[in-house]
């Protein structure tokens, strides 16, 4: 697994804001492609510029990292003020250069021809925030090498930082550290890569260097909207409830998984559960008969009598069926199959590496594919996937006992990666 370090050289601070103004945090994966891009067109050499590019554009067709990011405070400073560098793009009156050649600016006496810049950062409990990146392969580590070595700031300028590109896991000391995981989401504040990113910076670049005053081009299918929820100093898997039973509510009627989420929408306000989508076996077409609750026994029944309540005629009050038993039957395994396929960027060399951050220990991916492996498998076929993920069957291995059911990938929200012991084989530890 690949890990990009930043090292923080002066102090533990980071200035970087979003486009509201507002500190962010933990720094958004787009915000890595650009100081490694900038790092890129600082080499020398034609030909590591080519190929430093060329592996900043592979690393942005891989799905968005788990962040390791110290603890932080917000620290609000007084604002200085700077130069209004914008030259004159018109004819201009003259009372208007006399406003512009007003030196009495630079005395303090007068702001007219300056401008507000924040100073609000992060302090940081230690010096240094990890990148999670994943598996890549040899020639795309050496060329985001190339670029690191000219990456002079993370943030702002005042931010000096060193980077470097790590196969194994930097040692972590000092400080408290945060594990982030991301997820997309339609009003995510962070902004994710996308294969389109790297592009997106170069009309940027251009559209200020040869077009000054004139508006940027749309950001638009550049970015990814993510959400980066805290999972705390150990691994996803550790942060789920430790009660490993399910209470079931269940629909009247089969739904779409491609429905579900409005329904799970509803109940992810409560951080104390976990639900997901109950996906009948064995059907020709995907079906979603109801939604388990997991977390502690007073949580999960109130988590459920919300539903009943906000659902109503949606709902059944049948206590169990023979499909839910198979859910609740379900013990921990080592043997895994999607029921439902991962949603995830389409190389398939990633897939080890998001399960194995679900998971949070290293798995082995037996097959893969974009079809269903087994007949019983859900496909979602009325959902449009043109935005650069796509639909994963899998089946794989853990090497221990992981609690089932699994919930895997992105937009776990429409039922997307539910993975479950393998049917019929006997996988658990002896």
Not at 322 to 340: D, G, I, N
Request: proline share 9%; charged share 20%.
């Amino acid at each position: 697994m690949a890990h990009i370090r930043i090292d923080f050289v002066n102090d533990s601070m980071f200035h970087g804001l979003r486009a509201d103004r507002t500190p962010e945090w933990p720094p958004s994966p787009v915000r890595l492609i650009g100081a490694l891009l900038s790092g890129a067109h600082q080499l020398q050499s034609g030909d590591e510029r080519t190929r430093a590019v060329a592996a900043i554009q592979d690393l942005s067709e891989t799905p968005p990292p788990v962040i390791r990011a110290p603890n932080s405070v917000s620290l609000d400073h007084p604002s200085t003020y700077t130069e209004k560098s914008a030259p004159p793009t018109s004819k201009i009156t003259a009372n208007e250069l006399k406003a512009f050649l007003d030196l009495t600016a630079l005395s303090g006496l007068s702001t007219s021809s300056r401008t507000q810049k924040p100073t609000t950062g992060r302090l940081l409990s230690a010096p240094m925030i990890v990148y999670d990146i994943g598996d890549l392969p040899t020639e795309t580590i050496t060329g985001l090498r190339l670029a690191a070595t000219s990456v002079g700031y993370f943030g702002r300028s005042q931010d000096h930082a060193v980077v470097s590109i790590e196969v194994d896991s930097p040692v972590i000391e000092g400080g408290i550290y945060e594990r982030y995981i991301p997820e997309f989401s339609a009003d995510g504040r962070t902004r994710g890569w996308t294969p389109g990113t790297v592009d997106w910076f170069d009309r940027r670049h251009d559209a200020i260097m040869l077009n000054p005053g004139r508006p940027l081009p749309s950001d638009a299918g550049a970015f990814r909207s993510l959400s980066y929820r805290p999972h705390g100093p150990g691994s996803p898997a550790s942060a789920a409830p430790a009660e490993a039973e399910l209470t079931p509510v269940l629909f009247s009627r089969t739904i779409r998984p491609s429905d579900v989420h409005r329904i799970l929408r509803r109940l992810s306000a409560d951080d104390t559960t976990e639900m997901f989508p109950l996906v009948s076996f064995n059907v020709r077409y995907p079906k979603c008969y109801g939604v388990a609750v997991r977390g502690h026994v007073t949580d999960r029944l109130a988590a459920a009598d919300r539903i009943h309540e906000e659902l109503g005629s949606l709902t059944s009050e049948e206590p169990s069926n023979r499909l839910f038993e198979q859910y609740s039957r379900m013990r921990p395994s080592r043997l895994w199959v999607t029921a439902t396929p991962i949603r995830a960027f389409g190389h398939r060399f990633a897939l080890a590496d998001i399960l194995a951050s679900a998971v949070g220990a290293p798995v082995e991916v037996l097959a893969a594919d974009t079809r269903p492996l087994d007949a019983w498998q859900q496909k979602f076929p009325d959902l449009d996937l043109t935005d650069g993920l796509s639909q994963w069957f899998v089946k794989f291995t853990t090497a221990d006992d992981v609690e089932a059911p699994l919930r895997v990938g992105a937009e776990l929200t429409r039922g997307f990666g539910l993975c479950v012991p393998i049917p019929g084989k006997a996988n658990t530890a002896q």
